[in-house]
C-alpha cells in the first residue's frame, strides 16, 4: 500500500526557512547521509503549494523530481510547467480522494513536499501517514515556522524510529495516529 508522506527538516527552534524564506542555514548539513536517496526512489508522486513550487522552480539545475507525477496545489494556472507536473484547483479534501483513490495501484508513495501549512492540511484531514522529521542544530529564532497555529484539535502521532546523525542531526519518524485522546 503507497503511503502519503511527509519529509522535511527544521530547525531545533521549529523553522523550516529563516525570517526571508531561505534555506541558505541547511547548506552546513548538505555533506549528511539522511538517505534521500533511498526516500525517493519510494515516491512517485509530489505534491507542493505554489509557494513551495515557485522556490523548487527556481533551483540551478532544473526540476529536481523528473520522472515524478508533480501535483501543484494553486488557484492560479501554471506556466511552463516541467513534464508531469499539474495544476490541483479542486481543493486538499477532493485531492486526498484522488490520491487515496491511485493507493495500491503500483504509482508509489507521495510526497507532500514544503510548507507546513499544506502539509497541516493533510494532517487535520487525518491524511498524512508517515512524518519524517530532520531536526536540525540550529537556533534560527524567527522564520517560516514548521507549522502554522491552527484549530484544529491535537493530534497523536508514534514514534517509529529515530536515528542519530551527522554533525548532530536527529531524523525522527512518526506515524499519525487520530486525535489525541483527552481526559
Known amino acids: 500500500m503507497s503511503l502519503i508522506r511527509g519529509f522535511i ?3 531545533l527552534d521549529g523553522y523550516i526557512a529563516d525570517r526571508d524564506n531561505g ?3 541547511l547548506a552546513p548539513f548538505d555533506e549528511v547521509d ?3 536517496a533511498g526516500f525517493i526512489a519510494k515516491i512517485g508522486t509530489v505534491v507542493m503549494g505554489r509557494g513551495t513550487f515557485e522556490v523548487v522552480a527556481g533551483f540551478e539545475g532544473g526540476w529536481p523530481y523528473a520522472g515524478k507525477r508533480g501535483i501543484i496545489v494553486t488557484s492560479t494556472p501554471l506556466a511552463d510547467a516541467p513534464a508531469g507536473v499539474a495544476a490541483w484547483h479542486e481543493g486538499v479534501p ?3 480522494a484522488h490520491l487515496r483513490a491511485q493507493q495500491g495501484t503500483g504509482t508509489g508513495d507521495v510526497w507532500v513536499i514544503g510548507g507546513g501549512g499544506l502539509q497541516a492540511a493533510f494532517i487535520e484531514a487525518g ?3 508517515r512524518l519524517d522529521l530532520f531536526v536540525i542544530p540550529v537556533l534560527l529564532g524567527d522564520g517560516v515556522p ?3 497555529k ?3 484539535p491535537p493530534r497523536a502521532l508514534s514514534l517509529e524510529a529515530s536515528l542519530a546523525l551527522d554533525k548532530g542531526m536527529v531524523r525522527l ?3 499519525l495516529d487520530g486525535p489525541l485522546a483527552t481526559a
Open 94 to 96: 477532493a485531492l486526498i
Open 146 to 148: 514548521l507549522f502554522p
Open 127 to 129: 491524511a498524512l501517514d
Open 9 to 11: 527538516a527544521a530547525s
Open 173 to 175: 519518524t512518526y506515524r
Open 23 to 25: 534555506i541558505g542555514w
Open 150 to 152: 491552527t484549530q484544529a
Open 34 to 36: 539522511y538517505d534521500y
